[in-house]
C-alpha cells in the first residue's frame, strides 16, 4: 500500500489558488491517484483522479509529475465553501481495494 | 436525486443493544463499502463487498459485521455496541475496487451514539 503524506492543515484567503501536495513516495506501477473532498458531517465527495502529467475538470486540477512519487491539487480562486477537508488516496490495501484514506488536509478559507 | 442513501441518519442505541445500519443504492455499483469516522479522524474502512463477495479489514472488531442482500442494500450490525463505537458510520458504493471505475459515491452517513 504507498502510504500517503499531506500537510495536516493549510490556511487560505478567498479568491486565492491553493495547492496541496501529497507525497507518495512508494506508489506502484499500476495505482492512481484520487482526491476527495469531505465538509463536516457530510460523506467524502470525489473531486479528481488521475494517472500521471495533468488532469482538469470543472472543480480542480492534478498536477502529476513523471517519477509519480508526489501529486498537488490545485483549487483555483477558492470560495469560504471550499473549507474542508481534502484527502489524497493512492494504491491497493491488502484486499485489493484503494479506498484507504490517509490523514487529510484541513484547508480553511477565509474572507 | 440522492445515490447512496443511509437510514437512520441519527441513531441513539444502548450500550451492548444490537443496532443495525442500513445502505441503499441506485447505481447498480458492484462495490459497497462501510467506514467508521471518529472526531477529526479520517474514515477508517471496515469492510466492503464487491457483489458478493465479502472483504473484511484486518483490524475490524468482530463485533462488526455486514450482510449485502442484494446489489442494492447492505446492512453494518454492531452486534454489542460500546462507547467507542459511537462515531459516524459511511457507506460507499463504486463501480470496481481498481482501475480507473474507482470512483466512490458516499451516502450522508449515520451518526451513532452509545449511552
Known amino acids: 500500500l504507498a502510504k500517503t503524506t499531506q500537510p495536516i492543515s493549510m490556511d487560505s484567503y478567498e479568491g486565492q489558488e491553493v495547492n496541496i501536495t501529497c507525497s507518495h513516495n512508494n506508489i506502484a506501477t499500476n495505482d492512481y491517484i484520487t482526491w476527495y473532498q469531505q465538509f463536516p458531517s457530510q460523506g467524502p465527495r470525489f473531486i479528481i483522479q488521475?494517472?500521471?502529467t495533468k488532469v482538469t475538470n470543472e472543480v480542480a486540477s492534478l498536477f502529476i509529475p513523471a517519477d509519480r512519487k508526489s501529486s498537488t491539487l490545485s483549487l483555483p480562486r477558492v470560495s469560504l465553501s471550499d473549507t474542508a477537508v481534502y484527502y489524497c488516496?493512492?494504491?491497493?490495501?491488502?484486499?485489493?481495494?484503494?479506498?484507504?484514506f490517509g490523514g487529510g488536509t484541513r484547508l480553511m478559507v477565509k474572507p | 436525486d440522492a445515490m447512496v442513501i443511509q437510514n437512520p441518519r441519527y441513531q441513539v442505541t444502548q450500550f451492548g443493544k444490537p443496532v443495525t445500519l442500513s445502505c441503499s443504492q441506485t447505481?447498480?455499483?458492484?462495490?459497497m463499502y462501510w467506514y467508521q469516522q471518529k472526531s477529526s479522524q479520517a474514515p477508517k474502512l471496515l469492510f466492503h463487498?464487491?457483489?458478493?463477495?465479502?472483504?473484511n479489514e484486518a483490524d475490524t472488531p468482530d463485533n462488526f459485521q455486514s450482510r449485502r442482500p442484494n446489489t442494492s442494500f447492505c446492512f453494518l450490525d454492531i452486534r454489542s455496541p460500546g462507547l467507542g463505537d459511537a462515531a459516524m458510520y459511511l457507506c460507499?458504493?463504486?463501480?470496481?475496487?481498481?482501475?480507473?471505475?474507482?470512483?466512490?459515491?458516499f451516502g450522508q452517513g449515520t451518526r451513532l451514539t452509545v449511552v
Open positions: 463487498y464487491y457483489d458478493k463477495d465479502f472483504n
Open positions: 447505481l447498480n455499483h458492484n462495490v
Open positions: 488516496l493512492v494504491g491497493f490495501n491488502n484486499a485489493g481495494n484503494m479506498l484507504t
Open positions: 488521475g494517472y500521471k
Open positions: 460507499a458504493t463504486s463501480r470496481e475496487t481498481t482501475g480507473l471505475n474507482t470512483e466512490a459515491f
